[in-house]
Structure formats: structure tokens, C-alpha cells
């Protein structure tokens, strides 16, 4: 499995452009998912070719949550027709989109990973993408972790009956504050590599990268980071 950053907050290159939101490219046993797709369909189409990604080879989109830094460009790339015409859009609540699967439950994610299916907030539904990897490990996105992230964590080990995590990624939604409280509650789970991203704040990142020394590679996160697990 790999992930490549196409939208986030951070950019290292000045080729590549950073904006408030997230973009996640999943690529697994051949197939390709993005993970929300940020605000900007123009961002998200920048990024891409710099970084030779072809949308139109997209086999899913899978929407943490129906804000608009992870959903906004959507509507955008469909019109365009920069993504496959019947793509199969992975949601947690109804958006009105063509070929949307609403994942009110765990739900299978083209047969390579599930939904954790749909978690509440207070007027706000959201879910996280799982993904097998060797090992009885699992792979776990996040868009922005309304539910909390520990809460997420801990569906997403359930769902799937895994021990390990080989990798955490995407927005967190806290401050450093925050942070060492959820680094206490998650500190015992065996978690391999976390990327806090969006939005997480730099402390927050620094905090994780102190408070789970020598137990889990904390990476920061930019339009470009490529990883694979």
C-alpha cells in the first residue's frame, strides 16, 4: 500500500500548491482511491500533474465528511470529467452525488479495505478508511476526526480484529493541548507511523513527536509525501 499527499496545508515545493483541505492518493494491489479531494478543483488538478497522478485512473473516492475542505472540489472534477464518469464515491451521509455508496455501517471499499462506517457528531457524520496490510495490521485515514481520533482508532481495530497499526494519517482536528491528552489514550496501541496532518496544528504534530518517542515515527505532513507501508 501507498499514499501520496496531493492537497494539504503544507508545501515544501513551490511547484506544488498548499491549501486548507486534504487529498489523500491510496494506491492498493493496483487500485487507486482518493481520499477526499480538498476545496479546489484547480489545486487538486495542479497537484496531480505535477506530481504525474491521472485522475481519469481514479477506481473510487471515498469522503471523510461533508465540510468543504475535503468534499469542496468534487462537484468541479465530475463536471469536468476529470474523474471516471460512473466512480463509485464512498460517503458517510447522503451528498447528492452520482454512484455515491452511503456507508451507514462498516462497508467494503472495493473489496480492499471497509468503511468504518458512519460515526456522529453533532450535526456531522463522518468515517474513516481501513485497509488490511500483512502482518494483522491495518492502515487507517482520517479526514479531520470530528468523532475523536482515539474513538476512530478504536473502530477501526474492531472492525477489522487487527493488532497493530502500521500507519495513521491525515487531520487530527487539535492543538498541542489536545494532543497530549489523545497521546496518553492512543500511547499504549501499538501504532507504527502516524502523520498528523491538516488540521492539526505544528505543537500538536510536536507534541505526538515527543510524547510517542521510540514507540511510533511521527512524519510531518506536505503536498508530496509519499510513503509506503
Do not use: Q
Not at 465528511?65 to 474523474?83: I, K, V
Not at 500511547?187 to 510524547?211: N, Q, W, Y
Amino acid at each position: 500500500m501507498k499514499i501520496l499527499f496531493l492537497v494539504e496545508n503544507r508545501s515544501r515545493d513551490p511547484e506544488l500548491r498548499s491549501a486548507w483541505g486534504l487529498s489523500i492518493l491510496v494506491e492498493v494491489k493496483g487500485c487507486r482511491i482518493l481520499f477526499d479531494v480538498g476545496p479546489s478543483a484547480s489545486t487538486l488538478l495542479h497537484n496531480a500533474e505535477k506530481l504525474g497522478v491521472d485522475l481519469g485512473k481514479i477506481d473510487a473516492v471515498f469522503i471523510s465528511h461533508l465540510h468543504y475542505d475535503h468534499c469542496g472540489a468534487l462537484n468541479e472534477l465530475l463536471r469536468l470529467g476529470a474523474l471516471p464518469r460512473d466512480i463509485p464515491v464512498f460517503l458517510p451521509e447522503p451528498g447528492g452525488y452520482p454512484n455515491e455508496v452511503v456507508c451507514n455501517s462498516k462497508t467494503p471499499v472495493l473489496d480492499l479495505g471497509w468503511s468504518t462506517g458512519a460515526m456522529n457528531v453533532v450535526a456531522l457524520r463522518e468515517h474513516a478508511l481501513v485497509i488490511p496490510c500483512n502482518g494483522n495490521a491495518i492502515a487507517v485515514l482520517v479526514g479531520c476526526s470530528h468523532p475523536g481520533l482515539a474513538n476512530i482508532v478504536t473502530k477501526a481495530l474492531e472492525i477489522s480484529s487487527a493488532k497493530h497499526i502500521k500507519l495513521l494519517a491525515g487531520g487530527f482536528h487539535m492543538g498541542s493541548y489536545e494532543a497530549a491528552r489523545v497521546a496518553e489514550k492512543i500511547g499504549g496501541l501499538s501504532i507504527e507511523i502516524m502523520i498528523p496532518a491538516h488540521c492539526t496544528s505544528d505543537g500538536a504534530i510536536a507534541v505526538f513527536r515527543e510524547k510517542l518517542s521510540g514507540r511510533c515515527r511521527v512524519l510531518d505532513p506536505y503536498v508530496g509525501l509519499s510513503i509506503e507501508v
